[in-house]
């Protein structure tokens, strides 16, 4: 089945630094990955929808200069999160479609194994 | 915003006993459902996924769609310690390729 690696798993960083997160489909070709933000407890939230060779989509109230996102490649995409504050520890996920699926109802999203960022 | 809702439980039922874990949605047009399971501190993984009225099972799941409704299930037969997890109820919005989740609902199967 579909792959996603997502590393690093774990990261501490240091307050006003930056952090970048990376998302690979392994063994397909994604057109579209998605980056979410889970806080303890609660839901996965959408922060932004990653599309390869254009800008990303954000969602309301995320802001795009703080969390950078590049899809250079069908089977890349990064999150970086600059000038880290303790607010933005959390778990980020992303995950992405196959585009060979195209736009059929049949289909998934395969979700990244995560990153633990702890800012402090 | 589409609303993706779920009791958050906790729900607790004795090893092989059915867990039942609802969700209801906003979105009038949305076609696509999902079922996700979430074990703590990991990321989600595909359980079930509905696009069609009625029943769907696949071993000892079940996923029920009423789009009429739009009320989405998960039954869990024969219920083991394994299954202890959040489950997480997701729609694909309408007209888009962006997956609205629930807040989950924690499921704690008791040996």
């Known amino acids: 089945g579909a792959v996603v690696s997502q590393h690093p798993s774990r990261v501490i960083c240091k307050s006003g630094t930056s952090v970048k997160i990376e998302c690979r489909s392994l063994?397909?070709?994604?057109?579209?990955m998605f980056w979410y933000r889970q806080f303890p407890k609660q839901s996965l939230m959408l922060m932004a929808t990653?599309?390869?060779?254009?800008?990303?989509?954000?969602e309301q109230g995320v802001e795009k200069d703080k969390f950078l996102i590049n899809h250079a490649s069908l089977t890349l995409s990064t999150l970086t999160v600059t000038s880290a504050h303790p607010e933005d520890s959390s778990f980020y996920i992303c995950s992405a479609r196959d585009a060979a699926t195209g736009t059929g109802l049949n289909y998934g999203y395969t979700f990244g194994s995560g990153t633990r960022l702890t800012v402090v | 915003q589409k609303e993706v809702e779920q009791n958050s439980g906790p729900l607790s039922v004795p090893e092989g006993a059915i867990a039942s874990l609802n969700c209801t949605y906003s979105?009038?047009?949305?076609?696509?459902f999902f079922w996700y399971r979430q074990y703590s501190g990991k990321s989600p993984e595909l359980i079930m996924s509905i696009y069609s009225n009625g029943d769907k099972e696949d071993g000892r799941f079940t996923a029920q769609l009423n789009k009429a409704s739009q009320y989405v299930s998960l039954l869990i037969r024969d219920s083991q310690p394994s299954d202890s997890a959040t489950y997480l109820c997701?729609?694909?919005?309408?007209?888009?390729?962006?997956?609205?989740f629930g807040k989950g609902t924690k499921l704690t199967v008791n040996p």
């Open positions: 063994d397909f070709q994604a057109t579209t």
């Open positions: 990653s599309n390869e060779g254009s800008k990303a989509t954000y």
């Open positions: 997701a729609v694909l919005q309408g007209g888009s390729e962006k997956l609205v």
């Open positions: 979105d009038r047009v949305s076609q696509s």
